[in-house]
């Protein structure tokens, strides 16, 4: 069974009622409801928790974290990015999602600004697949269609991707590279652009597949712990 931890700063839910109005539960509530029937043993965690609710334990008993966070990237602790960071190191998966991308953690894994184009106008996007082949788009279309998102346009100052899954269109006529993987250590890192805060897109059922399918994904792969330093010879060397 995957061990999620879904992260969620749960900030804007408290403060603003059009964001309680879609996500009476927080986002983290509508992420968990929408991947629960996988099967995964699934924990929450949000920003004002005692050490954001990400404690050494938590980690250790983490194989996925979804991460979305947005207001307090600043506020965010220093020695739990580090600690993040080192989990992730050591296999840990992680799902960033949407303004994610600017979180220390996030900075930090890809070792650039994160920067991007962005735009609230409550416009259409269209998610296209740009690598049916990959285990992340399972069961879905040539596209997912969200009817009003905030927009994110290119350029977007990340490192070239491992994997390019998806690249949106906007309404407005900027497209983004919107489903992009990497591997940090031993650990898997998908980014996923949809989910601005007062918009219902978790409560889509595609996009909470790509969700599902991208904890499936991330999972560590169950083997002895990787050796590094000193090691003595296999077989004899002949002097
Ligand atoms: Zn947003």
């Not at 965690?45 to 996925?64: C, I, K, S, Y």
């Not at 979180?103 to 259409?124: P, V």
């Not at 697949?129 to 969200?146: K, M, N, Q, R």
Request: hydrophobic share 35%; with cysteine.
């Amino acid at each position: 069974m995957i061990k999620v931890t879904i992260w969620n700063e749960y900030l804007r839910e408290k403060s603003r009622e059009d964001v309680a109005k879609v996500y009476p539960d927080g986002i983290h509530g509508a992420i968990a409801d929408g991947i629960r029937q996988e099967g995964f043993a699934i924990h929450t965690a949000t920003f004002n928790e005692p050490e954001h609710g990400l404690t050494q334990e938590v980690l250790n008993d983490t194989d996925v974290l979804i991460y979305w966070g947005h207001a307090a990237h600043k506020e965010f602790n220093d020695a739990i990015v580090d600690r993040i960071y080192k989990r992730i190191h050591e296999g840990m998966g992680l799902i960033v999602l949407h303004s994610g991308h600017h979180s220390k953690l996030f900075q930090k894994l890809m070792g650039t600004s994160c920067d991007l184009l962005w735009r609230e106008a409550d416009e259409k996007e269209r998610l296209w697949v740009a690598d049916p082949s990959h285990p992340i788009v399972e069961g879905i279309g040539p596209y997912i269609d969200l009817p009003e998102e905030e927009m994110y346009g290119e350029h977007f100052d990340i490192p070239v991707p491992d994997e390019l899954i998806f690249i949106s269109w906007f309404e407005g006529g900027e497209v983004f590279r919107s489903g992009c993987t990497y591997r940090r250590g031993q650990g898997r890192i998908f980014y996923f652009r949809p989910g601005h805060e007062n918009y219902p897109t978790y409560h889509n059922k595609e996009i909470q597949r790509v969700i599902s399918n991208a904890v499936k994904w991330t999972a560590p792969v169950k083997r002895e712990k990787t050796f590094y330093g000193f090691h003595e010879p296999l077989e004899q060397i002949k002097k």
